[in-house]
């Protein structure tokens, strides 16, 4: 995979958006960028992925800039529930020996009232 | 559907004692995976497994094995255990090519 870059914390108040970055200036044409967050020590969950057009579902947005270089996550109305930390990785489609799944350090985002 | 079922959720362990953990899917996925995670850290890879038979190495492999005689389950076992083998340990599974993986809940760890 290729090296993500991501701060290591945030905070945003409850019912605004929360906008995660993640650094990704190695990105190869044929890898995705997957989001997934983890929530108080549960095992990982997935958030949304793309390529390079931008993607929404009942989660998120995501949103790739036209170089690829960078991406950022929006949680359009965060709460509470979403205090978790949030994984960017960079990965093809379709995984094999030499790219499997890791996991940086994520951000830790805190949603506070 | 389960999803992924790890087995078992908290154990202690004394040094030198060996255990197994266990973990399940039952969606059929190709691609099983361990992952141990430290407190405060992120998730490292020990061992995946591209479908029955198959298996490789991750990121931090050393003082683990695993079998993969299905497609269903892919038990990690610890020999030997050690302080440092102290952590949560993730299974995860997913196809070769698709969205998403899917998590179990995790197996809480400690060595004394």
């Known amino acids: 995979d290729a090296k993500t870059t991501q701060p290591p914390s945030m905070d945003c108040a409850e019912g605004r958006a929360a906008n995660l970055p993640c650094n990704h200036s190695t990105i190869s044409g044929n890898e995705y960028v997957y989001w997934y967050r983890q929530i108080h020590s549960q095992g990982p969950q997935y958030i949304i992925h793309g390529l390079k057009n931008n993607e929404t579902n009942e989660m998120a947005s995501l949103i790739i800039t036209e170089d690829r270089k960078s991406s950022t996550l929006i949680l359009p109305h965060a709460t509470l529930r979403d205090t978790a930390v949030y994984y960017c990785?960079?990965?093809?489609?379709?995984?094999?020996?030499?790219?499997?799944?890791?996991f940086g350090g994520g951000t830790r985002l805190m949603v506070k009232p | 559907n389960a999803g992924v079922t790890q087995t078992p959720k908290f154990r202690i362990l004394k040094i030198g004692q060996s255990m197994t953990l266990q973990c399940a899917q039952d969606?059929?996925?190709?691609?099983m995976y361990w992952y141990r995670q430290d407190p405060g850290m992120g998730l490292k890879l020990i061992y995946y497994?591209?479908?029955?038979?198959?298996?490789d190495k991750g990121e931090v492999p050393n003082g683990y094995n695993v079998s993969r005689s299905t497609t269903e389950d892919f038990p990690l076992r610890l020999e030997l255990a050690a302080p440092s083998q102290t952590s949560v340990y993730f299974c995860a599974s997913s196809y070769v090519v698709g969205t998403e993986a899917f998590f179990g809940q995790g197996t809480r760890l400690t060595v004394v």
């Open positions: 990785i960079v990965r093809p489609l379709a995984l094999n020996a030499g790219n499997m799944l890791t």
């Open positions: 969606m059929n996925h190709n691609y």
């Open positions: 497994s591209v479908g029955a038979g198959i298996t």
